[in-house]
């Protein structure tokens, strides 16, 4: 009735919330709610005062042992009895539902978390290669910011990217793996990035491809500083071999000469 009262139930009712018939009828409806029936004690309020003729909702309730179930209650007012209105209830449990979306919610959460804060570039992209996901390391590396790329188009946040990455793009979406240990990245502005990436699909629940996860390291820095070592060994070679003294590299623990120019060979009379 208006005031939550049981005025008869089924047995399925019963045996969800663990009552027997005679003691069904003791009880109200907000006596079995898990103290949040402020919304369900709403939906009544409008049920009775507007006249809906049908509300629905999902809430909390207690079993008769004490423990918490979620069920979706879909409320339908009847004919008046008397000068009261009556209200026909029904119940389905949905715990198991709920439970399993609250585990996925804390498992997307600690992708989430993980992605966010991993030590390499990661960005995660739709099948319209649209921003879902990016690591921080990914935004300090191009200097991007968050709330300017989840959700835009990879396209629309680096409109310089060539067409044959675009095809790599396409090719892993289609369900194929790539990665480069160093590739060239032309800028708009003249400049040249390195970078070493690998790209392959993600799958959603159905085994459906849903979009691709791309993990980039620019490796510019890195490739310079290569660079610049070899050019200073090489010109510490060719020092080295046309120097008018001799010398010798000699192996620190073993003594071992490794490593003679020709000034040191003629002095020895050895070629």
Not at 129 to 139: A, E, I, N, P, T
Not at 171 to 194: H, K, N, Q, S
Not at 213 to 227: D, F, M, N, P
Request: aromatic fraction near 8%; proline fraction near 3%; charged fraction near 35%.
């Amino acid at each position: 009735d208006a005031r939550g009262r049981f005025l008869s139930s089924n047995r399925t009712l019963r045996e969800l919330l663990g009552y027997g018939a005679d003691e069904i009828t003791d009880l109200d409806y907000q006596s079995l709610t898990h103290g949040d029936h402020a919304e369900s004690d709403a939906v009544l309020h409008r049920a009775l005062v507007e006249g809906l003729p049908r509300a629905e909702l999902e809430k909390r309730i207690r079993h008769r042992d004490g423990r918490e179930l979620w069920v979706e209650v879909a409320i339908e007012r009847q004919a008046r009895v008397g000068s009261e209105p009556t209200f026909l209830v029904t119940v389905k449990d949905v715990t198991a539902r709920r439970s399993a979306e609250r585990e996925r919610a804390k498992a997307e959460e600690r992708q989430r978390l993980f992605i966010q804060h991993a030590p390499v570039g990661i960005a995660v992209f739709d099948r319209d290669m649209r921003y879902l996901l990016v690591s921080d390391r990914f935004l300090a590396e191009y200097g991007l910011d968050r709330a300017a790329v989840v959700g835009r188009s990879h396209y629309e946040v680096f409109p310089d990217i060539p067409e044959r990455w675009r095809a790599i793009h396409r090719r892993c979406l289609g369900g194929a793996v790539e990665r480069c240990d160093a590739d060239a990245f032309p800028r708009a502005d003249g400049a040249t990035e390195w970078v070493r990436w690998e790209i392959r699909p993600w799958r959603d629940d159905e085994g459906e491809i849903g979009g691709i996860v791309l993990y980039s390291e620019v490796i510019t820095r890195a490739r310079q500083l290569a660079a610049a070592l070899d050019e200073s060994e090489e010109r510490y070679g060719s020092l080295f071999r046309q120097a008018g003294v001799g010398m010798a590299h000699v192996d620190r623990t073993s003594e071992k000469i490794l490593e003679v120019n020709e000034a040191f060979c003629a002095i020895l009379g050895h070629a």
